[in-house]
């Protein structure tokens, strides 16, 4: 039950904060401290007080659940209690025992005083619900530590340690021993110096530094809107600190109250809010419970140091575990572990890794040519090419050698894990661990459950996904699990919109302004254009139909023009340059191939590009939702969002789709279906769904 402790320590009050598990400012929460505040602040034994948070964090921020929904008329609000307590006749002393995020943090600030414990974190990530912070954190934050400090805290909205803060003057210390001995000891001298608490309100130094630079604020946003492309918050963040500066407090106030109420209401918020709980809900598996054991993982090995390998051993490495990787050529080991080197060289070159811990990550992972130097591993990822009969291989050998308890993964990205697993007399050890290229830079990681998965290898690995830094999701085996499957419906389109008369960068352009890092021709030139042409050469092999709509990409292949790995793919690239410069050859092919299948190109408009990319993508994702390969529409928006690049203001492609609203998009599918054919047959989830005017969110 949340809820405010209170305990006298002398004259002074330590108010707890306990709403587990992260203290969330909710409701019953305020209205337990301002039952606390009324009756202490009336309490003239009580000269000062301290506020601190129950177990490891001090306040997550106001309780994201309860945003849009109703609140009792007389309930107090976060706004009036810091009021409450920054013109309190008598000091008050945050505690702050873990994080202060958000209206924690503001709270903080209300206060006349702040001690931090040596692991706490301190932030206004409200930024990255789409909100900026609502309670007073973008007029007070910059009185505390200037006007560019509070800037890039707000708009990044990234956590502090504490002794940044207390190098930029968030916290007054940062206690070594017992915090709230410390706090009250603190509160004690305040309160025996006899003067007014000093408010944050009233300081106004670093505020008028800022009038100094009148370009400030201009250059911020010019700088914000290239580093958050299509994200609307960071530039209402910019507003509110601008007003700090430019208005009396009061008014500043005011103003940020405004902007905080439009961004509640907007739609951005809503699909970050929506990303929030989802890239939490993703580790949460019905038939998985929490207390599941997990095997613990001491030492891991990747097979294949190629292009997938050397990536995935580095997560290992940076994670602090031991890992060896095996090459089938002293070469090809040499190869892999070089870029390896070269890849942390450059992290440290640009400051982001020092030299020490590179040192102690490369010291990490081990070079190996033989499967005999691995049999000790907990874990082992096969990354070799993309072939079942040389994975086969390799997973008979592993099978044999590796310690029983060993977990046998594959990094497959479209081969059947099952048949995989089949090879092997452990196939509830085998799971795919389906890494996003660069595998030491993406942070999904499809976890791709076989018939014969054990719990324990389900568990053990998506408790290894948060170890490594990677959101694991759970996906079940089919031809290009969730995130490929789903490509594979968008590019299809994609590459018929440019037989029909489009052009590569007017697609290109679309899914750009949409809110993707990139189009899908673009994209394809990053990834390689051959890795694509080898899978469909082998469904092709596997009896898959030769559909047409792939003849000009084909070509680009057959001519060698694999993408920026070759200089030239859909797009031409100078030298040195990742650019993509439209090429006539490339024009040529395109209208070549439209009259060879006898199609009279057409004008194809934007939004006419957008929906067929989009919606097709979406009605793959309804299939796989229907087939349980997906527990979740949220996980597929987190696959999405984190694999591909679809933006998170949009909140993943099913969340877009039940804003736009289900009956719209069947609509639109049943159309596309007359005209393409089978292929853009309307899912029949999609179409249940939308009969029942529900959404794939809704249960
Ligand atoms: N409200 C509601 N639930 C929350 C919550 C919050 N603020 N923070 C976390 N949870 C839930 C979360 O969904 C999960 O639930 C459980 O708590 C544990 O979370 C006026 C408007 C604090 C750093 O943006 O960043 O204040 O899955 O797994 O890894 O200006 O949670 O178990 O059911 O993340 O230890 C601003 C959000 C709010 C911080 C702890 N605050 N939280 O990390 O635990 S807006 C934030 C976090 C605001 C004011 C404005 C992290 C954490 P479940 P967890 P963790
Ligand atoms: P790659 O060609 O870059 O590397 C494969 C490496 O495996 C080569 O270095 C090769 O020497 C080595 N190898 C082959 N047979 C071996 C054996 N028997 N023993 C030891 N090493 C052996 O390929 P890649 O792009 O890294 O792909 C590897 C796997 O990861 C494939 O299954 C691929 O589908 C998958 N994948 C690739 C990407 C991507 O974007 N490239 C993304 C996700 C998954």
Redesign the pocket.
């Known amino acids: 039950m949340a809820e405010v402790q209170l305990e006298r320590r002398g004259s002074v009050a330590v108010l707890t904060l306990d709403n587990p598990p992260v203290n969330a400012l909710s409701v019953a929460l305020l209205t337990s401290l301002a039952q606390h505040l009324a009756a202490g602040l009336k309490e003239p034994a009580i000269k000062a007080f301290v506020l601190t948070g129950a177990g490891k964090i001090f306040v997550g921020g106001a309780d994201i659940r309860e945003f849009g929904k109703p609140r009792p008329p007389d309930a107090p609000t976060l706004a009036e209690i810091i009021e409450k307590i920054e013109n309190a006749r008598v000091p008050f002393v945050a505690a702050i025992n873990g994080v202060a995020a958000g209206g924690g943090l503001e709270l903080a600030l209300a206060c006349h005083a702040r001690l931090a414990a040596p692991a706490a974190r301190l932030g206004l990530p409200e930024v990255k619900l789409g909100l900026l912070p609502g309670a007073g954190g973008t007029q007070r934050l910059p009185r505390l530590v200037g006007v560019e400090a509070a800037l890039e805290m707000i708009v990044s909205g990234e956590l502090k340690p504490a002794q940044a803060g207390l190098e930029l003057g968030i916290v007054d210390a940062v206690a070594g021993g017992d915090l709230l001995t410390a706090a009250v000891a603190h509160a004690e001298t305040l309160a025996a110096a006899g003067k007014p608490p000093r408010k944050t309100r009233e300081i106004g130094g670093k505020i008028a530094a800022a009038n100094a630079k009148p370009d400030l604020f201009a250059g911020w946003r010019k700088e914000t809107a290239r580093r958050f492309r299509g994200y609307e918050a960071p530039q209402r963040c910019i507003d509110c600190v601008e007003a700090a500066v430019k208005l009396p407090f009061a008014e500043g106030l005011k103003a940020e109250r405004a902007a905080f109420l439009e961004r509640v209401g907007s739609e951005q918020s809503k699909a970050l809010r929506h990303v929030f709980f989802a890239e939490r809900e993703v580790a949460k598996i019905p038939d998985v419970p929490p207390d599941t054991p997990t095997l613990p993982i001491k030492s891991a090995a990747v097979?294949?140091?190629?292009?997938?390998?050397?990536g995935i051993a580095m997560n290992f490495a940076n994670a602090g575990i031991p890992v060896t990787v095996?090459?089938?050529?002293k070469e090809?080991l040499e190869?892999?572990l070089a870029i390896i080197a070269k890849n942390y060289a450059a992290t440290a070159a640009k400051g982001r890794l020092g030299q020490a811990e590179m040192e102690k990550r490369i010291g990490l992972i081990k070079g190996a040519s033989s499967f005999e130097e691995i049999k000790g591993a907990d874990i082992v990822i096969?990354?070799?090419?993309?072939e079942m009969e040389?994975?086969k291989?390799?997973f008979a050998k592993l099978d044999a050698i590796a310690k029983p308890e060993a977990i046998l993964a594959?990094?497959?990205?479209?081969?059947d894990v099952d048949a995989i697993a089949a090879v092997t007399k452990r196939p509830e050890k085998v799971i795919g661990t389906?890494?996003?290229?660069p595998?030491n830079v993406m942070r999904l990681l499809e976890n791709v459950r076989g018939k014969k998965s054990s719990k324990e290898t389900i568990a053990s690995v998506m408790a290894l996904s948060r170890r490594i830094g990677k959101i694991g999701v759970l996906v079940g085996v089919c031809d290009g699990f969730v995130g490929n499957r789903m490509l594979h419906a968008y590019t299809r389109q994609a590459n018929s919109l440019i037989l029909e008369g489009a052009l590569p960068h007017e697609v290109d352009k679309v899914i750009y302004d949409f809110g993707f890092p990139m189009g899908p021709f673009a994209m394809g030139d990053l990834?390689?254009l051959d890795?694509s042409w080898r899978?469909r050469k082998r469904r092709l092999a596997e009896g898959g139909d030769n559909h047409p709509a792939y003849i000009v990409g084909d070509r680009l292949c057959e001519l060698g023009r694999f993408g920026q790995k070759t200089g030239a793919g859909w797009f031409r690239y100078e030298a040195g340059s990742r650019t993509p410069v439209p090429d006539p050859l490339v024009e040529e092919l395109i209208l070549k191939a439209s009259a060879e299948l006898g199609i009279t190109r057409r004008k194809i408009g934007g939004e006419e590009i957008l929906e067929r990319c989009m919606y097709p993508l979406i009605n793959e994702g309804a299939k796989i939702l229907d087939e349980g390969l997906a527990l979740r529409a949220s996980d597929i928006d987190i696959v999405w969002i984190n694999g591909y690049g679809f933006p998170a203001y949009r909140g993943g492609p099913m969340f877009y789709a039940d804003r736009i609203g289900l009956a719209t998009i069947a609509q639109a599918m049943r159309r596309l279906h007359e005209q393409h054919g089978a292929i853009l047959r309307p899912a029949a989830l999609l179409e249940r769904l939308a009969a029942a005017g529900k959404g794939f969110g809704e249960p």
């Open positions: 097979i294949g140091c190629g292009t997938m390998g050397g095996v090459e089938s050529t090809a190869r892999g096969e990354a070799v090419f993309e040389i994975k291989e390799v594959t990094n497959t990205s479209t081969l389906h890494f996003f290229s595998a990834a390689g890795v899978i």
